[in-house]
């Protein structure tokens, strides 16, 4: 008997240990198997997620983001105690203590599907890791094998906090965030170190399925869900009892709910500047880097010139738009049977997509048109029915395309229009009504840097970049007209011609394959034998033309191609009027180098771009400062800057060139429009037909440029001038940046001395001599200036006999004068015909 007793028992044994041997043969069999050709878990210690690369201003305050996925890397020292313990807590609360694999949290996951409970997957956050990193999200046991087998491998790689780290900078949590930075600044408007309790719990219980807790929508759920994540930190005992009711009892406060502020409201809305940052940086690190590497981008940006920038020029747009007294409004409607009711008009007003980024001016529906007024309701204004109307003396400027001009707002508007208001006010500044606004079909765009170093100090591409994301300032190729001119003068100055040079202001046939082309003035005149500065200032086309023929275009477009005007210019004689197109970008860079004393200097957006590990990879300044570290200086001596810049025009003849265009301001074509504290030149620009007008200058450190004209190229009217039109562009918005940078006369080089000549016959004056008429130009010591008729250049065109040639007085005057849509009176030059090919640049 006992014989068989211990058989049977020793065969039971026998039949358990080969059924645990084979058992553990075929587990091992499994896992060998799928462990073959697994992926490279070490690969996760040099694991860089994708993070959100943001863009700074110059004084360090954040203005945008990019990213494709909106994440902010947390490293592990960094995120608070209390955010961990809520993930492990709802997620793994045996994470510091098992390999990888919860063996427990499995069997209870099998017992509870056998007794017809949820399938769960019982996963550790080691193996959520891998799946998230390595595998993918398909519910298999092939799936689930490997991911057993890497989670093991992963805990003998990194350490608790390494893996937990990965979890939480990876994890997709809802609302575009991912990530616990992401997240918290998402739902709260937070930094990870300022959550509470509650706060941190609700985070911790997204990852199941972040939209079936939604702050709002599933409020229960999500509240019930948080709260039982509270109740696990207690127990596991990272809460005290009192914390624990005190979370349990907070309501669940989100960005969601209007709780709290967006994070993107303290972003300014994206604008030209950052855009093209973006652009720019895209291509010179690639768009993945970019989108994905969490670079941090020190710009130039300055958001008070860049708001000056901005204004100036839809103050130039708006003025001219208003005078063609055409009203299109912004095409937008709200559906009638809304407007009694403020709620649905409201909803309906924010879902219009119209422009909300231009500052003073608000969207708003026509509520009622009666009598005289028209009922607004303005978008984030209490409605006030003594105030929101539109009375109708603020409508008599427009009419509809094709019918009289409006005597009433109902002429324009009706009710269900979506319109764009801005509130007028008093001497007093008082609110006195609102005024209907739109944008302008009219573009342009304006640009300002330093001429030193290059930082652009303010951008603007358009009217709005909520309305056209298109930056005419560096994607808009246009013909300068005569703002080209100071190029074709700078190869002459550079090729031996002096200040004291006379050109033949004569007519000129050009035989252009076959066509004749005859270049005229603007003023349909001409005046003889003219020094350089009249012609620069006067924008004589004529003298532009011969000097140009004189000098050879070749070396005309070597010069235009040298300050990067253009990259491969024609040499076409056409072209030094300004015929081929260019960005107002390149021009305003190319007008630096004149204010600098002819040094190359680069454009950027940028001053720093810093890796996610806060290594520099790019520096806009490669001059150095010798003297900066040291804690005092001389009295009246300045830091030494080292540069090593190359010279791209001579230093006495981006003076001269200064000085001429410095009359161009003070008395020439701009003169009246530019009135600035500080000594200011510049160069004037129309185009021909007046498709496009241009005013390009800079005072001693500054250089900011204008161009206005139709993005489709159209005639801007009679009248349209870069005087008239961008020179109080510039003008508005140099006089607030003068306010801060300063200005002061221009840097005379060494190496010339001055004479004094008359500017309009080019003769030799005494040192003594005074008079509005003389000026002291700047002459190389060496050279022996040729003053007369000896110093005349006619470009190969002989001067015809018995021309009408304008006498002094009319030189100088050669306009007409008219009276504006606004009332003033203003004298422009007469318009030219410029024959069958166009020349590019009038005026």
Known sequence: MLRFILGFFGAIFSFVTIGAVLAGLIV????????????DHDQLSQYAPPTISRVYSAEGELIDEFAQERRLFVPSSEIPDLVKQAFISAEDKNFYTHHGYDTLGMVKAAIDMAQGGALRGASTITQQVMKNFLLSGDRSAERKIKELILAARLEETLSKDQILELYLNEIYLGQNSYGVAAAAQTYFNKKLSDLDAEEAAYLAALPKAPSTYHPVREMDR????????????????YLDDESYEVARAAPLKSVQNGDYDSFRRSVPPRDYFTDEIRRQLSQDFGETEFFTGGLSIRS???????????ESLRHGLEQYDRSRGIWRGT??????????????????????DVPRDITGWYPAVVLSTEDSTAQLGIEGLDRDAETQFIPANDVTWARRAGQNRAQVPADLVSAGDVVLVRQMTDDAGNPTRWSLRQVPEVQGAFMAMDVNSGRVLAMQGG???????FNRATQATRQPGSSFKPFVYAAALDSGYTPATIVIDAPIEVNIGGTIWRPKNYSNKFYGPTP?????????????????????????????????????????LANSLGSEE?????????YSMFANGGERVQPTLVDRVQDRWGKTIYRHEARRCTDCEKLNLPRGEAPHIDSDREQVMDPITAYQLTSMMKGVVDRGTASGRVNLPVPTAGKTGTTNDEKDVWFVGFTSNIAAGCYIGYDQPRPLGRGAAGGSMCGPVFNEFMKYAVEIFGGGPFKVPPGGHFIKIDRISGARLADSATGPNVVAEYFRDGVTPVFGAAAMVDGGFAMGSELPLYSRSEALRAAEEIITSTGERRSIPRKATFGAISSGGLY
């Open 532 to 572: 350089l500065r009249t012609g620069i200032e006067r924008s004589r086309n004529l003298m532009t033309v011969r000097l140009a023929q004189a000098v050879g275009m070749d070396t005309v477009a070597d010069y235009a191609e040298r300050f990067g005007v253009y990259d491969d210019m024609g040499p076409y």
């Open 28 to 39: 091992g069999a499994i896992f060998w198997m799928y462990g073959r050709d697994l992926p």
């Open 222 to 237: 999500a509240v019930a869900r948080r709260n039982f994540v509270l109740r696990e930190m207690n127990e596991n005992g």
């Open 331 to 352: 095409g937008a409607t709200i559906a009638t049977d809304t407007l009694g009711d403020e709620g649905l008009w409201r909803a309906a007003l924010a879902e219009t």
């Open 300 to 310: 130039t940006f300055d958001p008070d010139l860049q708001g000056r920038a901005a």
């Open 582 to 590: 260019t960005t107002l970008w390149r021009m305003v860079a190319a």
């Open 463 to 469: 009217f709005s970049y909520q309305s056209s994301v």
